[in-house]
């Protein structure tokens, strides 16, 4: 059992940053890719990037430039930087361990003047 802990939401202006981290329990972290999604109220979940076991990243189009997906398998941990941010940013943003069934629980972004 994973348990994938998200941290570092909050509200933040136009054109601001903010950092999201995940943490997992247990050792099978650096097994898995890892991914950040998100969901907007009345939208679809989407991915917003992803990042392999050996630390490739790929992103979003919406997000490219301006998101970098990175993690640090000796703590256990992805993030998820997090710069200039738009409107359209807000959203519960959800950790997730690929082709798993393991999902955080998700961290409330809200990108407002």
């Known amino acids: 059992q994973v348990q994938l802990v998200e941290s570092g939401g909050g509200l933040v202006q136009p054109g601001g940053s903010l950092r999201l981290s995940c943490v997992a329990s247990g050792s099978i972290f650096r097994s898995f890719a890892m991914a950040w999604y998100r969901q907007a109220p009345g939208k679809q979940r989407e991915v917003v990037a992803t990042i392999t076991q050996g630390g490739r990243p790929d992103y979003a189009e919406s997000v490219k430039g301006r998101f970098t997906i990175s993690r640090d398998n000796a703590k256990n941990t992805v993030y998820l930087q997090m710069n200039s941010l738009t409107f359209e940013d807000t959203a519960v943003y959800y950790c997730?361990?690929?082709?798993?069934?393991?999902w955080g629980q998700g961290t409330q972004v809200t990108v407002s003047s």
């Open positions: 997730y361990m690929l082709r798993s069934a393991y």
